[in-house]
């Protein structure tokens, strides 16, 4: 994981960016990107974790699995916690 800044929020296009904490030029991430909180609960000045991903159109890296630095791994966003569960779910049918 690398650290970074939030330098740009747009949040009608509900993307940003991170700068590199070590310099360099800001990336890219979708709001999609964002682990621990919602997109809308990020700051512009805000230190965040990241990881590198090659964009799939090829215009450069991206930062993905974005999360603020004062987010614990693995804390579900709210939407995550009220989600269904995944695992099936067995039914006896009534006796006749």
């Given at each position: 994981?690398?650290?970074?800044?939030?330098?740009?929020?747009?949040?009608?296009?509900?993307?940003?960016?991170?700068?590199?904490?070590?310099?360099?030029v800001?990336?890219?991430?979708?709001?999609?990107?964002?682990?621990?909180?919602?997109?809308?609960?990020?700051?512009?000045?805000?230190?965040?974790?990241?990881?590198?991903?090659?964009?799939?159109?090829?215009?450069?890296?991206?930062?993905?699995?974005?999360?603020?630095?004062?987010?614990?791994?693995?804390?579900?966003?709210?939407?995550?916690?009220?989600?269904?569960?995944?695992?099936?779910?067995?039914?006896?049918?009534?006796?006749l």
């Amino acid at each position: 994981m690398l650290d970074g800044i939030i330098t740009q929020l747009l949040p009608t296009r509900r993307m940003g960016f991170v700068r590199p904490t070590g310099g360099g030029v800001p990336l890219l991430f979708g709001a999609l990107a964002v682990e621990g909180v919602h997109f809308a609960q990020l700051t512009e000045g805000q230190t965040v974790t990241y990881t590198l991903e090659k964009d799939r159109l090829g215009r450069g890296p991206r930062a993905t699995h974005v999360r603020p630095i004062d987010c614990p791994p693995g804390e579900e966003t709210p939407d995550e916690a009220s989600a269904p569960s995944a695992e099936p779910v067995s039914v006896e049918a009534p006796p006749l």
